[in-house]
T-cell receptor, first 115, second 112 residues
Framework: EAGVAQSPRYKIIEKRQSVAFWCNPI?????LYWYQQILGQGPKLLIQFQNNGVVDDSQLPKDRFSAERLKGVDSTLKIQPAKLEDSAVYLCASSLERRLRGEQYFGPGTRLTVT | GNSVTQMEGPVTLSEEAFLTINCTYT??????LFWYVQYPGEGLQLLLKATKADDKGSNKGFEATYRKETTSFHLEKGSVQVSDSAVYFCALSDTGNNRLAFGKGNQVVVIP
């Protein structure tokens, strides 16, 4: 079974530029999550989708971050414009359904550096 | 709100030594508790979990017991190997919405 795919793996941009990350979850997984992991910290949830609807985006900085999950499969996370403090690893995860408590499968992440 | 606290600092130990990583939590309701592991260059993987008080999760020689009275979920392994070198994250999930809250993680380095 293929795992969660993410691209790109690495991205370097200048502040005020825009960037987008892509995630393809495990086939059949209804729930998709985006996390931000700053160096030395644990992952922090940004947004959670159930199929193509948003379940929780309470920690998403909506003035600059946006995410979508068209057709309930792939998802894109965008930052526009980027700030220095956005430098982090962005993790995508998926799970079969919301009620399988904590059994999330993570992708390898995209390491973003903002200069 | 819900939160997880892990002991400070990396852990360095010799092969075959005993490993303990402390984890305590603050939560409303009855959360599920997890340990995730991140091997070098790889994504986070679920290592073990416990969904109610006194449950013991185990996998690959690692164990952790859900202690409601001390709000703890410490990770232990009796004899570590070099291949156990990784970052270990304690986490809890909200009752109902599967939202995970992670601790800061502990880097474990096992020396041959």
């Amino acid at each position: 079974e293929a795992g969660v795919a993410q691209s790109p793996r690495y991205k370097i941009i200048e502040k005020r530029q825009s960037v987008a990350f892509w995630c393809n979850p495990i086939s059949g997984h209804a729930t998709l999550y985006w996390y931000q992991q700053i160096l030395g910290q644990g992952p922090k949830l940004l947004i959670q989708f159930q199929n193509n609807g948003v379940v929780d985006d309470s920690q998403l900085p909506k003035d600059r971050f946006s995410a979508e999950r068209l057709k309930g499969v792939d998802s894109t996370l965008k930052i526009q414009p980027a700030k220095l403090e956005d430098s982090a690893v962005y993790l995508c995860a998926s799970s079969l359904e919301r009620r399988l408590r904590g059994e999330q499968y993570f992708g390898p992440g995209t390491r973003l550096t903002v200069t | 709100g819900n939160s997880v606290t892990q002991m400070e600092g990396p852990v360095t130990l010799s092969e075959e030594a005993f490993l303990t990583i402390n984890c305590t939590y603050t939560a409303t309701g009855y959360p599920s508790l997890f340990w995730y592991v991140q091997y070098p260059g790889e994504g986070l993987q679920l290592l073990l979990k416990a969904t109610k008080a006194d449950d013991k999760g185990s996998n690959k020689g690692f164990e952790a017991t859900y202690r409601k009275e001390t709000t703890s979920f410490h990770l232990e392994k009796g004899s570590v190997q070099v291949s156990d070198s990784a970052v270990y994250f304690c986490a809890l999930s909200d009752t109902g919405n599967n939202r995970l809250a992670f601790g800061k993680g502990n880097q474990v380095v096992v020396i041959p």
